[in-house]
């Protein structure tokens, strides 16, 4: 499977702990194409259908509903969890990930 940042992936986050989320959910990759390709792990931001406006939440829209990445809960799996390719963010979508990912992590 050919993963590349800022698709939008199937993954099972089972077994999880306390506050993180979980089940199986969309996700969208955050690692860079070279991590992906030569690395047996990815990184993560989990997405989710529910949610207040917080400021580490990027709303998308993704097979026709509204979603949020929650950057909050980034993580990283091992290639094995994911089930799928479901497609890709929009160029404002990555614009708006990239944005919200430096004020949280970096400024």
Known sequence: MDLTQYQIVLVNLDPTIGS???KTRS????SSDEMNKYLRTIVVAPMTTK???YPTRVEVKHDKKIGWVVIDQIRTIDKQRIIRILGELSTPEINEVKSVMKETFVD
């Open 20 to 22: 993180e989320i979980k």
């Open 27 to 30: 996700c969208v990759i955050i």
């Open 51 to 53: 949610s207040k406006k």
